[in-house]
């Protein structure tokens, strides 16, 4: 049920000619719909027929999420690159990346009181990847 409505959203699938989303046949989606007055904001949103300016917030909401990822990704990887062509060797430079995306898990916690997982996980792939580096000597374990 919700992969045709999904398929439909994205137009990959048409939408009917009565501007519902989803069959008749799947009753939980035509109850959503003919519900849709009632629905907060932040749910009407997501609708096939939402008003324009709900649009616009659905949008501005994925691209903040697009911006979440420089500090949490690109800043890492960024650092691991930037002191790999200063000239460090590969097992030196993923400290540095490793710190910065910890700095960020940190910053995280500390400032908006929450758990940023995305940079828990590129931090921890840096640190393992440093971890096996020093273990095995081998270049194969590491990220570039």
Sequence with gaps: MLATHRSQFLGESPIPEDGVLASRAQPAVTALYERRRELPESLRMFLGDCPPGLEIRRFRMAGRDIVTLVPDVVLPVAV????????????????????????????????????????????????????LALLTGHPRYIPG
């Design 80 to 131: 691991y690159y930037a002191c790999r062509w200063s000239g460090m060797d590969e097992e030196t430079s993923l400290s540095p990346a490793a710190a910065a995306a910890l700095v960020r898990v940190l910053m995280a916690a500390a400032v908006e009181r929450r758990f940023n997982g995305l940079a828990a996980l590129v931090c921890a792939g840096f640190a393992i990847g440093l971890l």
